[in-house]
């Protein structure tokens, strides 16, 4: 079955604890990115790759880090999370991230910083 | 910051009636995709418009695509309680950037 699976779901952690959420999709895409979704402002672009070794910064990139060593897995580093950073994280991938692309998205994870 | 502004922000209708969720942007995008959203899930793609101008259908769902390509609407005729979920709209960035923007969301309840 196509998916983009995350891990984990769900996380409370402290401030300052490093914390990776990964990402794998099993369809050969080349393109992935990360999302952050909270009430009132959708969803906003964190990072996106476009192929391996290929990552640039979307629109709130601040305090996270990414990278992509295999086409199929992105994880999501956040090296010293703040209680800022709590929200609702999606991870998803598409063929080639062109106009007209549908992305695949993840199911979330929900990241409680305390 | 590109903004992509959805209106209405929430929406609650008796099964049967129309409506209209609107996106709108300052930006110029190369193409716009609507996506539905339910609890616990991550968001599903709808549709793709590229063209300025174009209008598509999916049953009783009609996306267009502004002539100028900053806006976009999504029209559903006869709404059932199905059709309840979140709705947003994500805009494609002129090519060579490859960023999405995505919509504030529109929070639509259907009432049977």
């Known amino acids: 079955e196509a998916q983009v699976t995350q891990n984990p779901r769900y996380l409370i952690t402290v401030t300052g604890k490093k914390l990776t959420v990964t990402c794998s999709q099993n369809?050969?895409?080349?393109?992935m990115s990360w999302y952050r979704q909270d009430p009132g402002l959708g969803l906003r672009q964190i990072y996106y790759?476009?192929?391996?070794?290929?990552?640039d910064k979307g629109d709130v990139p601040e305090g996270y880090k990414v990278s992509r060593k295999e086409k199929r897995n992105f994880p999501l580093i956040l090296e010293s999370p703040s209680p800022n950073q709590t929200s609702l994280y999606f991870c998803?991938?598409?063929?080639?991230?062109?106009?007209?692309?549908?992305?695949?998205f993840g199911d979330g994870t929900r990241l409680s910083i305390l | 910051t590109q903004l992509l502004e959805q209106s209405p922000q929430f929406l609650s209708i008796q099964e049967g009636e129309n409506l209209t969720v609107y996106c709108n942007s300052s930006?110029?995008?190369?193409?716009l995709q609507w996506y539905r959203q339910e609890p616990g899930e991550g968001p599903v793609l709808l549709v793709t418009?590229?063209?300025?101008?174009e209008v598509k259908k999916l049953k009783r769902l009609t996306f267009q695509f502004g002539d100028a390509r900053k806006d976009s609407s999504l029209h559903i005729t006869a709404a059932q309680p199905g059709d309840t979920g979140l709705y947003l709209c994500?805009?494609?960035?002129?090519?060579?950037?490859?960023?999405?923007?995505f919509g504030t969301g529109t929070r639509l309840k259907v009432l049977a």
């Open positions: 998803a991938s598409s063929f080639t991230g062109a106009r007209g692309q549908p992305q695949h």
């Open positions: 369809m050969n895409h080349e393109y």
């Open positions: 790759s476009m192929n391996v070794e290929v990552t």
């Open positions: 930006s110029v995008f190369s193409s």
């Open positions: 418009v590229v063209t300025g101008g």
């Open positions: 994500a805009g494609v960035l002129p090519s060579g950037t490859y960023k999405y923007i």
